[in-house]
């Protein structure tokens, strides 16, 4: 099976950065995918890892180590809209998905 | 194009009853997802489709959850003998199909909110 461990709250400055963690114990693991949550709303795909190393796409980047079971998030330039749970979710070959809890970010001015 | 669409958007039910919930993917994506999320947590996987497999039922919580596909398009999730505790938002997902070591993003629909009373 799948186990997913992220923070369950983060709080950070408006244009600094952040780091959000997530460590995974999975059998059969074929990719690390990120999703951003805003309240009330569905979630929606922000970064995808397979092979170990950073992923970067905007203010966004994804790192994975997978011999670790460790991926982070990093939020660069934090936008007052970025305050949302950030979930992290680990897909099988089977290709079922499991997500972690989510980590609700709030970022202050 | 389209997104994934859910229905109802709303449900209130009384306990004992059924429900049903209607999840339509995108057009092509042969894998569906269902979810339960309950308030301020995180997703509960509940069912996977893809293509004619057999689904992945080991998410279900209970004999009473059932989900069926019509091929690869609509997706119901059924709920029989409701009881306070599903009160959640289900949420459908599809996605194209994981092939080899390429895993391709859900698209989300808008999620179907669920109040049993």
């Known amino acids: 099976g799948q186990n997913i461990d992220q923070p369950t709250e983060m709080t950070a400055t408006e244009g600094a950065i952040v780091q959000i963690n997530c460590t995974y114990q999975t059998s059969g693991f074929n990719g690390l995918f990120w999703y951003q949550q805003h309240a009330g709303e569905a979630p929606t795909f922000l970064s995808y890892n397979v092979l170990d190393g950073l992923e970067e796409k905007g203010r966004f980047s994804s790192f994975l180590s997978r011999s670790k079971g460790y991926s982070y998030l990093l939020l660069k330039e934090l936008q007052m809209k970025d305050s949302a749970s950030y979930l992290c979710a680990v897909r099988s070959y089977a290709g079922k998905s499991t997500f972690g809890d989510g980590t609700t970010l709030t970022v202050k001015p | 194009g389209a997104g994934v669409s859910q229905s109802p958007s709303n449900k209130v039910t009384e306990k004992g009853k059924d429900v049903e919930l209607r999840c339509d993917p995108i057009?092509?994506?042969?894998?569906l997802y269902w979810y339960r999320q309950r308030l301020g947590q995180g997703l509960e996987f509940l069912i996977y489709f893809q293509g004619n497999s057999a689904p992945d039922k080991s998410g279900l919580p209970s004999d009473r959850f059932s989900a069926e596909r019509t091929g690869e398009s609509v997706s119901t999730l059924t709920i029989q003998r409701t009881q306070q505790e599903d009160s959640a938002v289900y949420l459908c997902?599809?996605?194209?199909?994981?092939?080899?070591?390429?895993?391709?993003?859900?698209?989300f629909g808008p999620g179907t909110r669920l109040t049993v009373t």
């Open positions: 057009s092509g994506h042969t894998a």
């Open positions: 997902a599809s996605s194209y199909p994981t092939s080899g070591r390429t895993s391709y993003e859900q698209y």
